[in-house]
């Protein structure tokens, strides 16, 4: 497995500067970490396109420039429009059909390339093309786990949202078709580790976050009430039923939670509050009220709110199947981090207590730090591994 920790990626693209001219197509369906991608290879001089049913005029809001942006949501408004307004009509039906219209979509429109970026699931017919059209290497994001190993762990939560078997088969044959699948986290990677064929298909690369929309919040925090934030769908693959007794066990102490309601009840108690999705423009006002945050998921691939926790200068405390191992192999990143096993209630209890007890005893991140966990050092990993990629194909 190809590693972020490893330098032999940088040093070989340094000594072998543009031997091929690199160009990219990315394709997403939604924004996900795939936007960003493109925006920041687009800066680092890269001939990117980004194909999804973004509007360009979001995409934009975002920083993508508008010559990397190919539409797609001319032709899906309506499915995209139906997802959105009624997510519980036929959703296996609408899954189907979104899946299967990205990827001809993107075959009708995609330009010349030789390295096609895609999401996992969403696509197998775009990528495979784009191999037979252009002999373009297919490098797959993979934000979860394993599809057999994240079904087993949904599968054992009976009120848990499931994995389809449709989407099931389109992972597994993403996996075949791809050259390399791009992971965000050890727990990501080991759990290909049963799937022999494919771990050496595997480059490991924890996400990013856009550290100027994530200020350090340098005000003191509200003394009140210790407050524990949590940032996401409130889901048992989430772990949130986990983190509610967790929380309940602590007295004094308040719980917010932003994001969707989904699979788990939400407690009715004074100690929770909630407050729908809000923009992620608004997400630092969240991070600047709170003084910890908390991600007990189960099954997590990375979870980017970690790092837009660390980038606004708070603590957080996570379970072992997020990215949060990764993020405390950053230079001096580690004291600002508590791991935990996931589905240990206890074990998330005394890391909570512990994190809220530091407080002001724990130095806050530094801008150097802040620095480690950009996007722009995100895309530079993952231009370094491409034209290791082309080198070694050449």
């Given amino acids: 497995m190809n590693s972020h920790l490893s330098s032999s990626s940088k040093d070989n693209a340094e000594t072998h500067p ?30 990117t396109c980004f194909y999804s049913y973004v509007s360009r005029r979001r995409a934009a809001s975002f920083g993508l420039p508008r010559r990397c ?82 079904k087993e762990i949904l599968e054992s939560l009976p009120n848990a949202q499931q994995v389809s078997n ?20 050890i727990h990501v990677a080991e759990s290909f580790a049963p799937w022999k064929e494919y771990v050496s298909k595997l480059f490991l690369s924890p996400l990013g976050v856009d550290i100027d929309q994530f200020p350090l919040h340098k005000a003191p925090r509200p003394s009140d009430q210790p407050t524990v934030l949590f940032v996401g769908q409130w889901s048992y693959r989430k772990g949130v039923d986990v983190l509610a007794g967790a ?66 200068g708070l603590s957080v405390v996570c379970t072992d199947r997020t990215g949060g191992p990764d993020l405390a192999k950053l230079p001096g990143i580690s004291r600002l981090i508590h791991v935990v096993q996931a589905d240990d209630p206890d ?15 724990v130095a806050p991140i530094t801008e150097s730090e802040r620095q480690s966990l950009s996007w722009r050092c995100y895309a530079e990993r993952d231009l370094a591994f491409m034209s290791e990629c082309l080198h070694i194909r050449q």
């Fill in 247 to 312: 929380v309940r066990a602590m007295a004094g102490v308040r719980l917010i939670h932003v994001g969707a309601l989904s699979d788990a009840p939400f407690p009715v108690d004074p100690q929770f509050v909630h407050y729908d999705h809000v923009s992620q423009k608004r997400l630092p006002e969240f991070y600047g009220a709170a003084h910890v945050l908390a991600l007990p998921s189960r099954e997590d691939g990375f979870g980017v709110v970690l790092a837009q926790a660390l980038s606004s």
């Fill in 69 to 150: 942006h190919v539409a797609l949501l001319p032709y899906l408004f309506p499915l995209v429009a139906l997802e959105r307004l009624f997510p519980r009509l036929l959703p296996l039906a609408v899954e189907r059909l979104m899946c299967w219209l990205l990827d001809i979509l993107v075959i009708i429109r995609m330009r010349r390339c030789n390295i096609f970026i895609c999401m996992s699931g969403m696509y197998f017919l775009a990528p495979r093309f784009a191999k037979w059209r252009y002999g373009a290497l297919i490098h797959l994001h993979r934000s979860s786990r394993h599809i057999l190993s994240q």
């Fill in 18 to 47: 543009n031997k091929v001219r690199i160009k990219v197509g990315v394709a997403a369906s939604g924004r996900f970490h795939l936007l960003d991608l493109a925006r920041e290879l687009d800066a680092l001089g890269v001939d």
């Fill in 347 to 361: 074990a998330l209890r005394r890391a909570l207590a512990q994190a809220l007890d530091d407080g002001h005893a």
């Fill in 166 to 185: 449709f989407m099931v088969r389109r992972e597994l044959k993403g996996y075949s078709i791809a050259d390399h699948i791009i992971v965000p986290s």
